[in-house]
């Protein structure tokens, strides 16, 4: 199986490829026997709308190898529109799925990301590490690395922790940052780390470390997910999710269908 067994949906100007997690995961452990690094974006109905006016938003959808969709409506809208995804894959999701697939190789995961440690305890990238380690059979955990707050305005800082996971060589790095500042620094690694996968996984650290709850899972399968992230983080969420990205959605899915009459 390779990457260009697969096609793409184009939702707005923006190509979503049309493959299942499970092919995500089989897709990744191929390219490693192979010695060929990637990049995995999962956009969901934020970025698709940054995309649209953000140059850099599209340089980092531009270098991906993959890129599947985090978000019900985004496969809402492949469905109105006649080309249907096959299903949403979160990169909450594939945390879990592919440190299982890499274990079953004996392969390594770097941890970026997740809460600072408190008094006594391990911060949450060790602690999420850890959690992979034990419920991932064979799974090696080449590094964890939890910047603090500013660390990229700090540029002796920043090369120091990119220098950090470059030394460790790990097979696939998970960037928990939230975007941007994660992708930027995959756009840094994959310079010195070809043979490595990336992904940008947002809270997904946090959720593995146990620091925060994710949504139940009826909630993911209805599309309500980013209600239940709203409730936990409503100061920080309430205007992105409500002014911006919720108007967005709905014209996506209102002009799907157009879409499905256009490329008949």
């Not at 006016?53 to 409506?73: F, K, Q, S, T, Y």
Request: positive net charge; contains cysteine; charged residues 25%.
């Amino acid at each position: 199986m390779t990457i260009e067994a697969f096609d793409r949906v184009h939702l707005d100007g923006t190509g979503i490829d049309r493959i299942t997690e499970a092919e995500v995961v089989a897709v990744v452990r191929e390219a490693l026997t192979r010695g060929r690094g990637g990049r995995i974006i999962t956009p969901n109905v934020d970025i698709l709308r940054r995309a649209q006016g953000d140059a850099e938003c599209r340089r980092h959808l531009n270098d991906a190898d993959l890129i599947v969709a985090d978000g019900m409506p985004l496969v809402w809208a492949s469905r109105l529109g006649g080309r249907p995804l096959p299903e949403r894959v979160a990169g909450s999701s594939l945390i879990w799925s592919l440190s299982e697939g890499l274990g079953r190789d004996r392969r390594s995961v770097y941890v970026i990301g997740g809460a600072p440690a408190k008094a006594n305890e391990k911060d949450g990238a060790t602690r999420a590490a850890d959690r992979l380690a034990a419920e991932c059979p064979g799974l090696r955990i080449a590094g964890t690395l939890c910047p603090p707050f500013g660390f990229d305005n700090d540029p002796l800082l920043y090369e120091d922790f990119c220098a950090k996971v470059a030394d460790a060589r790990p097979d696939l790095v998970f960037v928990g940052l939230g975007y941007p500042k994660q992708e930027r620094m995959i756009t840094r690694l994959r310079a010195t780390l070809p043979q490595s996968w990336f992904i940008g996984c947002g809270a997904a650290v946090n959720f593995v470390a146990g620091d925060v709850d994710r949504a139940p899972r009826w909630m993911q399968r209805t599309g309500l997910e980013w209600a239940h992230r709203l409730g936990t983080e409503p100061r920080r969420l309430a205007s992105r999710y409500l002014r911006h990205d919720a108007p967005y959605a709905l014209r996506l899915l209102a002009q799907a269908p157009g879409q499905r009459a256009r490329t008949r």
